[in-house]
């Protein structure tokens, strides 16, 4: 099962905060440490959404964490946000939620005819694979290969996304 991509520190942080979120209702989609700013994106699993007041919320529970533990050596900047109407795609679950959008994917390796990137409308999981039917045709990539896939932003997107017509998680 892929999940998000982490480095050594990031993953450390994930194990402090993941719990705590987890109990005010909150999943993590993700964590990203760079430029001394760590950015934590958050999302309702009822929903995909998460408001201002939530995040703040988030980000006073989370900084007190951090305080105590003092994982980040120096200073850094604490941002928690939403994942956003053209998220990134972190977990199995999401690529189920999200079919029938517009995705893009990034591979950490290419494949055998070389190419890394790949644009098309999101078909869901088949075991460990992604299923994405672009313009020459459908294919699957391996999950644990992915090194990005975000939505993108789309008419169609923003129409399922004010009408409430995005899935459920899967994920209870």
């Known amino acids: 099962m892929i999940e998000m991509k982490l480095s050594p520190i990031e993953q450390q942080i ?21 430029n001394e700013v760590l950015e934590i ?15 703040a919320a988030v980000s006073r529970t989370i900084a007190g964490i951090l305080d105590e533990k003092d994982p980040i050596k120096g200073a850094y900047r604490l941002e928690v946000g939403s994942a956003g109407i053209d998220r990134p795609l972190t977990r199995p ?8 959008f517009d995705t893009k994917i990034e591979l950490d390796s290419a494949q055998e005819n070389g190419q890394k990137r790949f644009r098309g409308v999101l ?17 699957e990539l391996d999950l644990a290969n992915i090194a990005k896939a975000r939505l993108v932003m789309s008419d169609a997107l923003m129409k399922a996304s004010k009408n409430g017509d995005i899935p459920r998680s899967t994920k209870m």
């Not at 994930?14 to 760079?34: A, C, F, H, T, W």
């Not at 679950?93 to 029938?100: I, L």
């Open 14 to 34: 994930n194990d402090l905060i993941r719990p705590s979120v987890q109990e005010m209702g909150y999943d993590i989609v993700q964590i990203g440490l760079k």
């Open 41 to 55: 994106l958050a999302e309702d699993p009822e929903t995909g959404r998460i408001g201002i007041d939530e995040c």
């Open 93 to 100: 679950e999401d690529f189920e939620r999200y079919c029938g």
């Open 123 to 139: 078909k869901g999981l088949n075991a460990q694979k992604a299923v994405l039917e672009t313009d020459e045709g459908e294919t």
